[in-house]
């Protein structure tokens, strides 16, 4: 599952933007009940990129932006509370880790959903029965 997390520049503190991204792979794998599967542990991978501030906009103002973004097959996030425990810790994680001032108002989290049969490790695109075996078959080992 990639994390993208897009921040605006002096907005993570230097340990912040080394400790963000594992701490999100993290919250996700909590949310879903996965934290230590062989399967899914590996597999949710992220990137952070840092922008000066004159490029983000929020409200047509140049001002500080977090914007949190997760692909993932559509077996995940599948009710409310997952989907609210999730959103609720990678706004928290961001007021932790921010450096200065940054107003959880412009801490924007957004899961986009790959389509069934799309979702692809290692060169397999995988369904969601076979996303769902693997997770399992990684649970028992």
Not at 23 to 50: E, K, Q, S, W, Y
Request: hydrophobic letters at 45%; aromatic letters at 6%.
């Amino acid at each position: 599952m990639p994390i993208s997390v897009h921040v605006t520049e002096g907005l993570l503190s230097t340990s912040g933007k080394r400790e963000v991204l594992p701490r999100l792979a993290d919250a996700v794998l909590r949310a879903h009940g996965l934290t230590g599967n062989a399967f899914m542990a590996p597999n949710v991978i992220g990137h952070l990129l840092v922008s000066a501030e004159s490029e983000s906009y929020v409200g047509g103002k140049a001002q500080s932006l977090a914007v949190i973004e997760v692909k993932v097959p559509m077996l995940t996030f599948a009710n409310t509370q997952i989907k609210q425990a999730f959103v609720t810790a990678a706004t928290d994680l961001i007021d932790e880790l921010k450096a200065g001032s940054h107003p959880r108002e412009r801490t924007f989290v957004n899961v986009t959903y790959a389509v069934d049969g799309s979702w692809g490790i290692g060169g397999k695109a995988y369904s969601n029965d076979e996303l769902g075996t693997a997770i399992q078959q990684a649970a028992t080992d």
